[in-house]
């Protein structure tokens, strides 16, 4: 690494590429946060999989992705403990991992911060408690944020993406699309009653890998196929932003209180409204109105797909460029490094700061962790 510039580690988890050739959130938000970085001019090293194709410097345990449920723990602490001897001379290590930041606390190295790219749930909440007494914990938004019972958030930043290398489309299509995994919580069947009940061809892409997205499949999405509702696959980067650029509308009936939702943005990136559930992030993604619907029951989720003709594309793609590019979200990210890194982290105009991220303050300053000794290793 060059020396002068910001330096920082990224590490990835182990269980697909960066990016991911097909679905794949976190890897995806990953490679969005290394190019950004790297364009504001920092020098990134990412520690990754041997098959990552995201152009900057990368390191790795494994050669290839192990794929999503395919591994342990385990597998998860090998690849952490290696990432950790390789990254070198960094000044700070944004870790996306689970076991990474717990492995964290027992070696020397520079400051550590970490992303909670789920929800702030049963599972997820007793562990972010505990890191984040000694290491900084993001939030990707503020309702998320909200459901941290007892974690204490460093700062919250929403995704970006990169909005220049999505194509806009004008929605001639005539079908509304749906994006995502095939799983209850999207609420793939409610779409498909909800468009036969407007009248719209639906179109949908999904991941579906693991068993219980296969038997959700089978039992519940295939025997309602049929007519002008499709299940076209899981789709490649130019495939999905082909399906959205001529979609109508995204239509996202969401059942949980999704963390994010990077699908929404792409969506909207396109210049394709999104007609959505009333819940978790989507109200702050979602201007009602202008770049979608917020819809509280079935019934408004039909009465908006009548409705979303009417919409401003144009105005949907203003709202990603404008709030969700890469550029902004780098910027967010090299601020916060620059408050761990420099210890200012519990100065008083740190809620002024944190308030600039959306965030609450930070309690607690930044572990003082000097730099392992590199190892040899193969890199891009």
């Known amino acids: 690494m060059a020396r002068g510039s910001l330096r920082v580690g990224i590490i990835a988890p182990p269980w697909l590429p960066v990016p991911p050739v097909a679905y794949g959130g976190t890897e995806n938000v990953v490679d969005i946060l290394a190019r950004g970085l790297v364009t504001a001019g920092v020098d990134v090293l990412l520690v990754t999989t041997g098959d990552a194709t995201c152009p900057v410097p990368r390191r790795w345990v494994f050669p290839h992705a192990l794929g999503v449920g395919n591994g342990g723990v385990a597998e998860e602490a090998c690849h952490v403990i290696g990432a950790y001897s390789m990254l070198g001379d960094v000044d700070i290590v944004h870790d996306n991992s689970m076991v990474g930041p717990i492995y964290a606390l027992s070696v020397p190295g520079p400051p550590v911060v ?47 993406i990169d909005v220049e290398r999505i194509p806009f489309g004008t929605g001639t299509g005539g079908y509304a699309a749906f994006l995502g995994r095939m799983h209850p919580d999207k609420g793939i069947e409610k779409a498909i009653t909800v468009a036969r009940a407007a009248g719209m061809p639906l179109r949908i ?137 420099s210890g200012t982290a519990d100065c008083p105009d740190n809620d002024r700061q944190a308030a600039s991220f959306g965030g609450p303050r930070l309690e607690g300053s930044p572990r003082g962790r000097r730099p392992a000794k590199s190892a040899t290793v193969s890199v891009a």
């Not at 972010?128 to 944020?145: D, E, K, L």
């Not at 079935?298 to 401003?312: G, Q």
């Open 205 to 341: 892409a999904a991941k579906m890998t693991e068993l219980a997205e296969r038997e959700y499949f089978k039992a519940l999405v295939a025997p309602r196929l049929g007519g002008d509702i499709e299940f076209v696959g899981e789709l490649g980067r130019t495939e999905k932003y082909e399906l959205l650029k001529d979609a109508v509308c995204l239509l996202n009936p969401i059942r949980w209180a999704e963390p994010f939702g990077m699908v929404m943005i792409e969506a909207m990136a396109c210049g394709t409204p999104v007609v959505t559930t009333n819940c978790g992030s989507a109200p702050e993604i979602v201007d009602d109105g202008e770049t979608g619907f917020l819809c509280d029951d079935e019934s408004s989720l039909v009465a908006s797909l009548h409705r979303v003709i009417s919409l401003d594309r144009s105005r949907c793609r203003a709202a990603v460029e404008q709030r969700f590019s890469s550029r902004r979200m780098a910027a967010d990210h090299i601020a916060l490094y620059r408050r761990l890194i």
């Open 114 to 160: 970490t992303t909670n790219h789920g929800p702030f749930n049963e599972i997820l909440t007793p562990v972010y408690r505990a890191i984040s007494q000694r290491t900084p914990v993001i939030a990707i938004s503020n309702h998320q944020a909200s459901e941290a019972d007892g974690v204490s958030i460093a700062a919250v930043i929403h995704h970006g």
